[in-house]
């Protein structure tokens, strides 16, 4: 059985996973750059360990120190949380050579879904629909022309080791394909060391949906119902809801047997997704799968009342899965809300920097899943995420209401950040209605705009606030009653000698 497990990440997720690991009695190793010396994940670790400058290529991307310090510290597993060597299937195999588990699944899986055009072709195999497209690598420009004229504009070309919108570009007329090729084949060098780029028919306006699965080393794989993912910029997540207003109980049958199949096609041991389109007449095509724990894991903890982390320990232990499919059942509605040290108003450039006040939401149905304090400089080297807000509510209305509330209360200062953004998002007829897609952000962005104006209004009076409260404090001093000596004397004393309890 694992007993000490080093966290191969840093902020929010590092947290994350060593709660899940506390309430199991399992201890924990953090691992940190020179820049995150002091961030909450560092202190909360039973151990901690340094590896190496800020640079994530010379720390959190370096496999021998992560090795050398799971070994220095005894640690019998390692969770890669998500990003950096989460998707590594180099790093598994280094884990398994050094008799360490990895907390995830095998390197062969992450190898055949890690390659888009692997993947499409192993979920043609296994019956999952995928967006009509190409199968091989498209080596020159009348590749292209001659599959675009079969299938038709618009197009996606997509790199096929890609991710996160990189090496990707829309061709929507004939005069754009050549430098769309071009573009999107440097990309993919640059970002991933290859430039594979195969083509997607281009499917309008549609739906970003995901089913999250479970599966273990004996064959036994579920799924743990979906997550709408359609609110996006520039192909990044902002806010994900789970179930979908989309999703219909048959539908959503349909779609998670085949989520486990593509599971099944791999033989997936852990936790991972099965991503997919939806256009509105409910037409679903596989669009990839992470093969890791995702940042909106917790609307799906919430919905159903499981820990995934921990199902991701128990099934690296070698343990059967713990849940039937007739065991997982939705109740209420989860809403999550990325929160990032960010400028909305400038084209959303990071910010970091050191946050001077902090006051995190609180509440029924509240949960904040963070790394940052009052106090705390956010480094400029890593990802501008610095926290989650996730609620829970028994209705999709109530939902919305309770993520109002929260956002309202959330204080940051010191840096700027999205939240007003995201408020406004809470506003939006589309979004409180559910019609919305991948188009959301784009169709309402005039409206999401008139944000700035509305969260200054806010600030203002924040700001007023604070220094009514100030001048309150300094009239208080100034017109306190003085001893002979002219030193204040204190309220409660005054107080008692009115009351006779007190002999001054």
Same mark, same amino acid.
């Given at each position: 059985m694992i007993k000490k497990i080093l966290v191969a990440n840093r902020g929010e997720i590092a947290i994350r996973v060593m709660r899940s690991c506390k309430e199991m009695?399992?201890?924990t190793v953090a691992v940190y750059s020179e820049a995150d010396r002091t961030s909450r994940h560092v202190f909360y670790a039973d151990e901690a360990c340094c590896i190496g400058p800020a640079p994530s290529k010379e720390s959190y991307l370096v496999i021998d120190r992560i090795i050398e310090a799971a070994k220095r510290f005894g640690a019998d597993a390692i969770h890669p949380g998500y990003g950096f060597l989460s998707e590594s299937a180099e790093f598994v195999r280094r884990c398994e050579a050094e008799n360490i588990i990895f907390i995830g699944p095998s390197a062969e899986a992450m190898i055949k879904m890690g390659d888009k055009i692997s993947a499409r072709q192993t979920m043609i195999e296994a019956g999952v629909p995928v967006v009509p497209g190409t199968q091989e690598n498209m080596e020159n420009l009348e590749q292209v022309k001659s599959v675009i004229a079969s299938i038709g504009l618009p197009v996606m070309l997509k790199a096929s080791a890609g991710g996160g919108g990189k090496g990707m570009r829309l061709i929507r007329q004939e005069s754009e394909i050549e430098n769309a090729f071009n573009t999107a084949k440097s990309e993919a060098m640059s970002s991933f060391g290859d430039e594979t780029v195969y083509i997607e028919k281009y499917i309008e306006s549609p739906h970003h949906i995901e089913f999250q699965i479970l599966g273990d080393k004996h064959g036994n794989i579920i799924h743990l119902c979906e997550r709408e993912c359609s609110v996006q910029?520039?192909?990044?997540?902002?806010v994900e809801e789970s179930p979908s207003p989309l999703m219909t109980d048959a539908?959503?049958?349909?779609?998670?047997e085949k989520a486990v199949a593509a599971a099944a096609a791999v033989n997936y041991v852990g936790a991972g997704t099965i991503e997919f389109l939806v256009d509105d007449n409910h037409n679903y095509y596989f669009l990839e799968m992470n093969t890791r724990l995702q940042v909106e894991h917790p609307i799906t903890e919430e919905v159903l009342g499981i820990d995934l982390v921990k199902e991701q320990i128990h099934v690296a232990n070698g343990a059967p899965l713990r849940l =039937?499919?007739?065991d997982v059942v939705?109740?209420?509605?989860?809403?999550?809300?990325?929160?990032?040290?960010?400028d909305s108003e400038n084209n959303f450039m990071p910010c970091p920097g050191v946050i001077k006040q902090l006051t995190d939401p609180l509440g029924i149905g509240t949960r904040v899943d963070s790394y940052v304090y009052e106090g705390y400089e956010i480094p400029m080297h890593y990802d501008p995420m610095i926290g989650k807000l996730i609620v829970w509510a028994v209705t999709r209305e109530y939902a919305i209401e309770r993520m109002r509330r929260t956002l309202f209360e959330y204080k940051i200062t010191g840096i700027k950040t999205n939240i007003s953004y995201l408020r406004k998002i809470m506003d939006t007829p589309d979004f409180v209605q559910g019609n919305y897609n991948t188009h959301f952000i784009e169709k309402n962005s005039e409206t999401l705009l008139?944000?700035?104006?509305?969260?200054? =209004?806010?600030e203002d009076e924040d700001v007023a606030i604070i220094a009514a409260y100030m001048d309150y404090l300094v009239n208080l001093e100034e017109n306190a009653p003085k001893t002979a000596d002219n030193l204040?004397?204190?309220r409660w004393r005054e107080f008692g000698k009115r009351n006779g309890m007190v002999r001054i």
């Open positions: 009695g399992i201890k910029r520039r192909h990044q997540k902002i539908l959503r049958k349909e779609m998670g =039937k499919q007739s939705q109740r209420g509605h989860a809403i999550e809300c990325r929160i990032c040290a960010e008139k944000t700035q104006y509305e969260v200054s =209004k806010d204040p004397i204190s």
